[in-house]
């Protein structure tokens, strides 16, 4: 049995909700799948927006998104839907989710404040819409399709925008409710990114979070596998805006993911590979816009990887913008025990998140996003010592399994960035990726540079969709 998630980008027309179904009316031919659907492309954004408005009295720009939002699914169900009463019958249901919408618009206009429950709930009509059209246009072409208010199943805690699953509570519900549905041969459609706590209030697990929906769905059902379909092919060995000839891994292992996820892919939620790796279901990255092609499989399973010709030095080159070197310096810290708990309680205690870090007897340099807090950060790092603090950089990472146990890699990465000023290194624990901070006017050269030296050689040879050198 499969979990497909579909995102955005898959179902945000009319045209790319027929291929989606297409896709998942394959599927059921060798048994019913459980399907789980973002909003539509945009439609998150837009609620965002109309709460924001709500929140700061602007009725009429939040009341005017609201329309839009209506509009655009009426233009699916239109599209979609040929039949008269169904098509009558969806529109009223379309019609009620909107009504709901804009009486909390209303609602949080009276009261004069947008709570963090309040946001959860603009935020959830987005999934409940889609899937309420997909669900209706797959029963139309004669499928026996179920759809499946998720926050019946997925109990969460009350940290609204951050919430997180109940398991075990969420574990039973999915063999009472979604399991027998399946076993019925039955395609269950549901949304990602929203839960309920146990009292009602609608949650969501944050940006991203429907990822996160569809592999603990797969890990509670121990689905065969997991396939998130997205709008690329698969997970790429850098950003093709940066290096157009970056070509689709085959195959790659959840620690390979993970890395990649936290240094700044958006092909997955860095929440998304936890379930997998938990019950080592393999998670397939595919294109709805081009389902032929073979996309990336994420496995820590031997026989797979072997199946599949796993190799390559490298597997991905990740990129995350918008960074700032923080540069501390202080004699104190020579011989001194429990200075860097000091030092690191200052960022804990302002909520921001090292990124990377290299240390020296008297010195630090790490990097955060770059934000106001920054300057928080060195007001209060100046009276431990010297703050210097460099703007507009990115972190740049090489990622790869096989980097635990090759000699020469950073020789070969540093050499070949010979004209990239560098400034900042850093290695991972993990073992699994070496990363080094540049400015971010040099990341195209510094990432082209790198793409060429691991990619255009022998080693690049099996890992790819298609071969980059000739057999």
């Not at 291929?19 to 059921?28: E, K, L």
């Not at 998150?44 to 720009?61: F, P, V, W, Y």
């Not at 697990?205 to 429907?210: A, E, I, K, L, V």
């Amino acid at each position: 049995m499969a979990v497909m998630k579909f995102g955005g980008t898959s179902i945000g027309t009319a045209s790319a909700m027929q291929q989606a179904m297409d896709i998942v009316a394959g599927v059921q031919k060798q048994s019913a799948p459980l399907v789980v659907l973002s909003a539509c492309s945009g439609i998150t954004n837009k609620l965002i927006r109309i709460a924001e408005a709500a929140g700061e009295s602007r009725l009429d720009e939040a009341m005017g998104l609201a329309g839009e939002v209506r509009e655009h699914h009426r233009e699916l169900v239109e599209t979609l839907i040929r039949n008269t009463a169904r098509r009558a019958s969806l529109m009223e249901r379309i019609e009620g989710y909107i009504s709901e919408l804009e009486m909390l618009v209303k609602g949080v206009d009276i009261v004069g404040e947008l709570t963090a429950r309040s946001f959860d709930t603009f935020c959830s009509f987005g999934e409940l819409l889609s899937t309420s059209v997909f669900c209706e246009a797959m029963r139309q072409a004669g499928h026996d399709a179920e759809w499946l208010d998720i926050r019946e199943v997925i109990i969460t805690d009350d940290n609204f925008g951050t919430a997180r699953p109940l398991d075990e509570l969420c574990e039973r519900n999915v063999r009472e409710v979604i399991k027998p549905l399946l076993e019925q041969g039955k395609t269950v459609i549901t949304q990602g990114f929203i839960g309920s706590t146990k009292d009602g209030k609608t949650t969501t697990f944050g940006r991203g979070g429907s990822d996160f929906t569809a592999a603990l769905l797969g890990a509670w059902l121990s689905a065969g596998q997991i396939q998130i379909w997205t709008d690329v092919d698969g997970v790429m060995t850098c950003d093709p805006r940066i290096v157009p000839e970056a070509r689709s891994i085959r195959v790659m292992t959840f620690s390979e993911a993970a890395e990649l996820a936290y240094l700044g892919a958006k092909v997955l939620h860095p929440d998304t590979i936890a379930p997998a790796v938990r019950e080592n279901i393999p998670v397939y990255v595919l294109n709805s816009q081009r389902p032929e092609a073979k996309g990336t499989v994420i496995t820590n399973d031997s026989e797979l990887l072997e199946g599949m010709s796993y190799g390559g030095l490298v597997k991905s080159i990740a990129v995350k913008k918008g960074q700032c070197i923080v540069n501390f310096r202080s004699n104190r810290m020579l011989g001194r025990h429990g200075f860097l708990v000091d030092f690191f309680t200052v960022f804990a205690r302002t909520g921001v998140s090292v990124e990377m870090i290299s240390t020296s007897e008297v010195s630090v340099s790490l990097t955060i996003s770059d934000s106001p807090q920054v300057e928080v950060i060195a007001r209060e790092l100046g009276r431990m010592g010297e703050v210097e603090l460099e703007h507009r950089v990115a972190t740049v990472s090489v990622v790869g399994d096989n980097l635990r146990m090759s000699k020469g890699v950073s020789g070969r990465i540093f050499s070949s960035l010979k004209d990239v000023n560098v400034r900042m290194i850093s290695q991972g624990a993990s073992e699994i990726n070496v990363g080094f901070v540049v400015e971010e006017t040099d990341v195209p050269r510094a990432v082209q540079t790198l793409h060429h030296e691991f990619f255009s050689g022998e080693e690049a040879c099996g890992i790819f969709e298609k071969p980059v050198c000739k057999e």
